[in-house]
């Protein structure tokens, strides 16, 4: 059973189109991320949220948006992409803040 | 400005040797480690972690040492296998500062190959 998934792995799109990535965990935990992975392999934390707060990287662009229906879901919207928007997003669950974190299969993100 | 480096982008190991990965950080607040395996076109895989009031955690093949003077831990994997091959992430968090809520803060990967 997969623990962390996202939806769809690969999404190409032209610029200033609007877009979403779906992520949902059926660990139970409580807190969910979203990562970008840009073409320097850099790993770089965007968004952590649970039910009480949303966390936001400060060089995050506000077209940049998550989006949690319930716990087990958080959801990465992007407007007006951009192609410095092309890079592989991961997303990922922990129990709480302070635990090991474990990831989707990520998504590649690929803007025209 | 890299928090957390490390400056080998690959690494060849023959089968059945030990396989020494290392990671430096800058960030003295850091206070957990972790270890992640990433295969391509898979997300990353949590290997092995250490917290700072530790200085070896040990599960397996695989032990992590940390040297919090030196700001540097090291990733040992022996034997090493074939699938072993993967990028390995070192990966840090400051959780006196509230936990991990800030994210995980990563190396750039070193590419591992063990050789037949």
């Known amino acids: 059973d997969t623990a962390v998934s996202q939806t769809p792995k690969y999404l190409v799109t032209q610029m200033g189109n609007d877009k979403s990535i779906k992520c949902e965990q059926n660990?139970?935990?409580?807190?969910m991320y979203w990562y970008k992975q840009d073409s320097k392999k850099f790993l770089k934390i965007m968004f952590s949220y649970n039910n009480k707060e949303l966390i936001i990287n400060e060089t995050v662009p506000n077209r940049f948006s998550p989006k949690s229906p319930d716990k087990a879901h958080l959801n990465l919207h992007i407007n007006s992409l951009e192609l410095g928007d092309s890079a592989v997003y991961f997303c990922?669950?922990?129990?709480?803040?302070?635990?090991?974190?474990?990831f989707g299969p990520g998504t590649r993100l690929t803007v025209l | 400005d890299q928090q957390v480096k490390q400056n080998s982008p690959s690494l060849s190991v023959q089968e059945g040797r030990i396989s020494i990965l290392n990671c430096d950080y800058t960030n003295s607040m850091f206070d957990y480690f972790l270890w992640y395996k990433k295969y391509p076109a898979e997300g990353p895989t949590f290997l092995i972690s250490i917290s700072s009031i530790k200085d070896k955690n040990e599960d397996g093949r695989f032990t992590v040492f940390l040297n919090k003077s030196a700001k540097h831990l090291s990733l040992h994997i022996v034997p090493s296998q074939p699938g072993d091959s993967a990028v390995y992430f070192c990966a840090a968090s400051d959780l006196g500062s509230g936990g991990g809520a800030d994210g995980l803060t990563f190396g750039k990967g070193t590419h591992l190959i063990i050789q037949p």
């Open positions: 990922a669950s922990s129990q709480a803040a302070t635990d090991t974190q474990y």
């Open positions: 660990l139970g935990h409580d807190t």
